[in-house]
């Protein structure tokens, strides 16, 4: 694929994800690819790759034209981001069979039309949506600069040692021996972090279950959780099952798991990890009728991994800087109360209650906290700090009683983690 088709497909594939806002971009290129095996995988990678830089960069390329296309939005990440001259762009946009159609008078004259950087709004700096960089600064500061522009680079690639099949260290030992660059992730003690992407899905290593992709700050979310053997937990918005697994891990296959959410799409991918790495004690549940009100007390430990904005997973998820929008931040907070209330209940009498999110925004972390905490005077909040001292040697990075990562300081996605816990009788 000539230089010049290879623009016009990520034109092409931006107004589509442009088109479907309810689908994830990851989702629609790989059903582009799979109806198109005729593009080899160079190619593939060169389109998803640029694709990714140009939603990472979006509130900068709407900083100067509003409105995008694809067309719009691939022109100027080529003028702003990548510092092309107009004559070059001028020279990829030439017509060619396959490729873009020719620059226009109008398009050519705005594209002279550069800023110096030093003169953008923060928020552009920030790659960051502008009614969201408020909230931003809100979160971190006078460091809100740097902690969004580390949000703007591409993820690590981190897994998790199933601990009912492996251990770290024979794990770590097997890959280094293979020659392969991998070191132990510096908080989690499950967790290995890959120099670059990895083709895990053929190794034995994966195979045998004894590996699960998973951020290293996903993995401290179910550390934290403390689930134990023989105890009765519930991981309430289990989705795909990430840290239903390492859960049953902690728990050593012993005691109840229940995996539930309201999509049964989501829950079949979860039965899948789940046979693969050997969990024999989850029972995968769609939520529905009476049946979370019917576990009144049962559980000692209730994991609300919540719906919301997505904003501390940027790195890898660019295309929800587009898709959020301030009418969605009000849903989810609605939402994410509900499902607080809803799991009251379930809570058996000593036992904690852990809400979790990949979000930045405060409205969405310690503003529900402290909304649950105004409502259900039979719950009190645990310090993190002590939790974390329990289980790892390393210094916690929390602030205070709750734990919000930050890939900055932490070189993990931004989760959000908060514990509970109901009063004993």
């Known amino acids: 694929m000539k230089t010049t088709a290879r623009y016009q497909t990520v034109i092409e594939l931006i107004d ?72 070059m762009i001028e020279a990829l946009f030439n ?69 009912l099949k492996n251990s770290r260290d024979s794990v770590l030992t097997t890959l280094q021996s293979e020659g392969v660059r991998v070191t132990p992730t510096p908080l989690s003690p499950w967790g290995l972090r890959f120099e670059s992407r990895y083709a895990l899905q053929s190794h034995d290593l994966w195979q045998n279950g004894s590996l699960e992709v998973q951020d290293e700050g996903s993995q401290l979310i179910a550390l934290l959780t403390e689930a134990e053997p023989r105890m009765h937990v519930l991981d309430l918005c289990a989705g795909a ?81 587009i898709r959020f929008k301030p009418q969605d931040l009000k849903e989810l907070q609605e939402k994410q109360q509900h499902i607080l209330d809803m799991a009251v209940q379930a809570v058996k009498p000593g036992g904690y209650l852990i809400y979790a999110t990949c979000s930045v925004l405060r409205s969405e972390n310690e503003d529900q906290i402290d909304q649950f905490l105004s409502k259900h005077s039979t719950f009190s ?27 900055h300081r932490d070189q993990t996605d931004a989760f959000f983690v908060g514990i509970l816990r109901k009063l004993s009788i």
């Open 241 to 321: 099952g990430g840290k239903t697994l390492a859960l049953a891990a902690t728990m050593q296959n012993k005691g109840i798991l229940f995996a539930t959410d309201i999509h049964e799409w989501r829950l079949k991918r979860a039965k899948e990890r789940l046979r693969r790495a050997s969990v024999s004690n989850v029972e995968c549940r769609v939520l529905g009728g009476s049946w979370l009100k019917r576990q009144a007390g049962r559980f000692d430990r209730v994991l609300i991994d919540a719906p919301c904005s997505g904003s501390g997973t940027w790195r890898r998820n660019p295309d929800l800087k």
């Open 16 to 87: 589509e994800i442009l088109a479907s806002p309810d689908v994830p971009s990851d989702r629609l290129l790989v059903d582009y690819f799979r109806q198109r095996r005729f593009i080899g995988s160079h190619d593939r990678r060169s389109v998803q790759e640029s694709i990714y830089a140009i939603l990472r960069q979006w509130p900068v390329l709407t900083f100067y034209q509003r409105q995008l296309d694809g067309r719009q939005a691939v022109l100027w990440h080529l003028r702003v981001c990548e510092n092309n001259s107009v004559e």
């Open 381 to 407: 909040l645990v310090d993190i700090r002590e939790v974390w001292q329990k289980h790892l040697t390393s210094v916690c990075p929390a602030q205070g009683p709750t734990l919000q990562l930050t890939p």
């Open 95 to 163: 017509g060619e069979q396959y490729g873009p159609q020719p620059l226009s008078i109008t398009e050519a004259r705005s594209l002279e039309m550069i800023l110096p950087e030093s003169t953008w709004p923060d928020w552009v700096k920030a790659a960051t949506p502008e009614w969201l960089w408020p909230h931003c600064q809100e979160r971190f500061g006078d460091q809100a600069l740097v902690e969004m522009q580390t949000l703007n680079q591409p993820a690590g690639f981190d897994v998790r040692v199933n601990l």
